[in-house]
Each structure stands twice: as structure tokens, then as C-alpha cells.
């Protein structure tokens, strides 16, 4: 459990996804430390399941923004080699094309000079 958690923390570098998972760990833990303390098995089990309903949520949701990360940077990666590329907007149909290429892929246009 302890190095998913360094894992994270090493793979997102992000402190609020490892403060999610912190949270969720203390959430279940303190919620299993209440139903121990209480002496009854019925009200152990009821917050053994609420400690892991509450966590689980509290994960859920580290995954969802850590995915959303993961999307943007894969977003940004795809306009950054788009750049690299040299993209050029073609004058006549205004089509973006590469810049490599000596006529419009769309329309044929030929720019002068080419
Ligand atoms: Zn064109």
C-alpha cells in the first residue's frame, strides 16, 4: 500500500492526487479504528464498509483527475508535434497541411516558389 502511494507521488508528482490517496488511507483507518473501539462486531463490520465506501470514492477520484492529466498531456503533446512539423495553411481551400509537402493535399495548390 505504501509504495503505491510513493509510486503515485513519483509517477504524477502531484500532491494534491497524493493527498487523495493519504486521505482515503486515514479515512479507512479511522473509521476501522472507531468500529474496533466500539466492541461490536455488527458496528466493526458497518464501518469497515463505510471506511471502504468513503475511501473508495476518495480514490475514484484521484484516478478521474489523474486521467484528466494524463489527457492533457497528451493533448499537449500532439499540438507540440504539430509545431515541430511545420503546419502551413493552404491560401486557396485554408486547409492546414505539412509544411514538407510541395502542393496541398486537398485542393493540389502549388505555392510559388515550389
Ligand atoms: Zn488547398
Known amino acids: 500500500m505504501l509504495v503505491t502511494y510513493f509510486r503515485v507521488l513519483e509517477k504524477e508528482n502531484n500532491v494534491l492526487l ?21 466492541g461490536s462486531i455488527f458496528i466493526l463490520v458497518r464501518d469497515i464498509i463505510f471506511g471502504l465506501t468513503g ?18 498531456s497528451q ?18 481551400c485554408e486547409k492546414k497541411y505539412e509544411a514538407e509537402r510541395n502542393s ?4 493540389a495548390y502549388r505555392p510559388k516558389g515550389r
Request: charged share 10%; aromatic share 18%.
Open 55 to 72: 475511501g473508495g470514492i476518495l480514490i475514484a477520484l484521484a484516478y478521474i483527475i489523474s486521467g484528466q492529466d494524463w489527457i492533457m
Open 104 to 107: 496541398c493535399p486537398y485542393c
Open 75 to 92: 493533448m499537449y503533446k500532439l499540438e507540440e508535434s504539430n509545431v515541430k512539423k511545420g503546419y502551413i495553411t493552404c491560401p486557396e
Open 18 to 38: 497524493l493527498f487523495l490517496y493519504v486521505l482515503s488511507g486515514l479515512f479507512f483507518v479511522s473509521f476501522l479504528i472507531m468500529g474496533w473501539m466500539s
